[in-house]
Structure formats: C-alpha cells, structure tokens
C-alpha cells in the first residue's frame, strides 16, 4: 500500500502561470482533503471532498479549483498563480468505519513556489 | 469562529526531560481531537480522542482530553532526539473536516 501519493514533490511557477497537483490514494477512502501549510499557521483547509462527485470549499478556497476525478484521485489547480501561493500543500483522505472514519492520513506534500 | 490554539509555539529542552504540549480547542460540533507529528514531510498520526475515550498512551507518549476546559494536553516523558518534530493538534467536526492548531515546534538537545 503506498497511502497518499502526491505529485510533484516540488514546483516553481512565475506569476500568472497555471499547475494542477495530484493526488492518489489507495486506501479505498471516501473522503479526501487539500490543504496548504504556511510557517506559523498549521494546516488550513482549500477544498475537501466528501464522497465521490462531491465538492466543497474549505477555509481558503480563493484561486484554487478541485476534481474529484474519481474515488482514488484528487487534484487541485491553481489557473492564475500568484507569490501568496508560495505554500507546502498536503493533500490527505480518511474514511472507514466508526470513530477510525474521522482520522486523516497525509501525503507527503509539494511544496510549490511562485516567482 | 471556528479555532485551535495550541502552546507553546516553540520549545528546546534537554535530552530526558519530560515535555507538555497544550491544546485548546473553541469549535461547533466537535467529534474528536487527534495529534500528528510532523517531521520533515507530511503529518502522521499519534492519537484520537473522543468522548468515549480520554486517555491513550503509547510508549513514552501520553494524551488526555478535558472536554470540560475544551482542551488537551500531549505528554513525552524520557524525550529524546527523535521526538524533535512539529507537533499538531486537530479538531474532527462533522463533514469529517479538522481545523488545526499552529503546531508546537519542540527540539530536544543531547
């Protein structure tokens, strides 16, 4: 089982340039999560999806966009790249059964940077 | 408003010694708190708590949640170099959505 896997492990974009990140899980979860860590600010929510062909803002949703391409994949896309989306972004999924269904496991991040 | 706040931000002690990290918690429909470590790359998983279950302990690492004071703390006791990390502190509400602490930054020094 390889988990959450995430790519690219590292970008860098100008301004005004577009990527879309992936991310792949094989633990059959319903749920999966994109997130973006800045220094002194944890992890803050862009976009989550519930369940297959579901969507749904999350914190800081402005400039990013989502597909839940089906259960396994997830990616987000910047359209129009700007220096405040310089961030590590984390993608995660949960799910299962009882309490275990809100425990979120971790890919290993892209850290992406804009010039 | 939806918040996490955990303390300290930042701790260096000394190989050995026993740490305590704070979390408190202020959220609308709380299901759990979990604790990750984070190393170099992506979270991992310590602890879930709930309603049902305060404590947990594994090894060295302790945990316990006062729903009470909506907070909980992480203990270490005999710390050592390797439990240099980022610690983070999440609250599951429903949706399966966490909101997530600042992390404490703790260093352990031989």
């Known amino acids: 089982n390889a988990g959450v896997t995430q790519t690219p492990k590292f970008q860098v974009l100008k301004t005004g340039q577009s990527m879309t990140l992936q991310c792949a899980q094989d633990?059959?979860?319903?749920?999966m999560y994109w997130y973006r860590q800045d220094p002194g600010m944890g992890l803050r929510l862009i976009y989550y999806?519930?369940?297959?062909?579901?969507?749904d803002k999350g914190e800081v949703p402005n400039g990013y966009n989502v597909s839940r391409l089906n259960k396994r994949e997830f990616s987000l896309r910047l359209e129009s790249a700007a220096p405040s989306q310089t961030s590590v972004y984390f993608c995660?999924?949960?799910?299962?059964?009882?309490?275990?269904?809100?425990?979120?496991?971790f890919g290993p991040g892209t850290r992406l940077t804009v010039l | 408003e939806d918040k996490v706040v955990q303390s300290p931000l930042s701790l260096v002690v000394h190989e050995g010694d026993t740490v305590t990290l704070n979390c408190s918690y202020e959220?609308?429909?709380?299901?759990?708190l979990l604790w990750y470590k984070q190393e170099k790359k992506a979270p991992t998983f310590l602890f879930m708590l709930t309603s049902s279950g305060i404590e947990k302990k594994s090894g060295r690492l302790s945990s316990i949640l006062d729903k009470k004071e909506l907070s909980s703390i992480l203990n270490i006791t005999a710390t050592q170099t390797g439990d240099s990390a980022i610690y983070l502190c999440a609250v599951s509400q429903g949706a399966q959505k966490l909101v997530f602490g600042q992390g404490t930054r703790l260093t352990i020094n031989p």
């Open positions: 995660a999924s949960s799910g299962g059964q009882g309490y275990g269904r809100w425990t979120q496991y």
């Open positions: 633990m059959n979860h319903n749920s």
């Open positions: 959220v609308t429909n709380f299901r759990s």
């Open positions: 999806s519930a369940s297959e062909g579901t969507t």
